[in-house]
């Protein structure tokens, strides 16, 4: 999961969806306070941090992140201003990993990310996830069921990985909205009752692990 870390979210909203089309999980964050509420929540393989930030700076935010032991290894790329020579020295002396200088196109970020996980040893960042016949290989952003490969769109990835790395947990639909769309999403929860649906269908008999829970939303079984 790469945490996508800028105010502006014209911007923001353009980083997410390149790295979600590009394989990777993104999630879209406009300060510090955001950020170490996610990370409380979640994994970040990657961190990409803003420099200009209308509260916390993130040379601050930054700081904060290799000053504790527990997020101290996560990689982090500044997004500083075009020309700005300052900031790139000071986020690097920092402790940050690269720079980007703005504006930057997508697909210079996506290369540069792919860069800064291989050198960070992070070029197979998560194990295969396996649940009865089911197999999700994270970094092909493949699924299989008792061998045979399943296409799924992204957000159906998105849900099953979510269930399978939590098999036996009961998710809320605010809790599948937040941890898959993202906290900028402004749809409603039946979108996850659309995509369940689907999910279910395209996982065969693997769909009935799949539990309706009522009154609290989804679990997924840990065998069929």
């Not at 996850?192 to 079984?221: A, C, N, P, Q, S």
Request: charged content about 30%; aromatic content about 6%; proline content about 2%.
């Amino acid at each position: 999961m790469i945490f996508c870390v800028e105010d502006d979210r014209s911007v923001r909203d353009l980083m997410v969806y390149t790295l979600n089309a590009s394989g990777f999980g993104a999630k879209g964050m406009v300060s510090g306070r955001e950020l170490f509420g996610a990370l409380a929540e979640d994994n970040a393989e990657l961190v990409i941090l803003d420099i200009m930030l209308p509260d916390e700076d993130g040379i601050s935010i930054l700081k904060k992140l290799r000053s504790d032991p527990v997020y101290s290894d996560i990689p982090v790329i500044m997004a500083t201003a075009k020309g700005t020579e300052y900031d790139k020295v000071t986020g690097l002396d920092a402790g940050a990993d690269d720079y980007l200088a703005k504006p930057f196109g997508m697909m210079e970020m996506v290369s540069r990310i792919k860069a800064v996980l291989r050198r960070c040893g992070s070029g197979r960042s998560q194990d295969v996830l396996k649940l009865s016949g089911l197999v999700i290989d994270p970094d092909e952003h493949t699924v299989s069921a008792d061998g045979e490969q399943i296409q799924l769109t992204l957000k159906e990835y998105e849900l099953l990985k979510t269930f399978m790395e939590g098999a036996g947990k009961a998710y809320s639909r605010e809790q599948l909205l937040h941890s898959v769309w993202g906290t900028d999403f402004t749809g409603e929860t039946r979108t996850v009752d659309v995509h369940i649906g689907t999910l279910r269908t395209k996982l065969g008999k693997y769909g009935d692990l799949i539990k309706t829970v009522r009154g609290v939303g989804y679990r997924m079984e840990k065998s069929v």
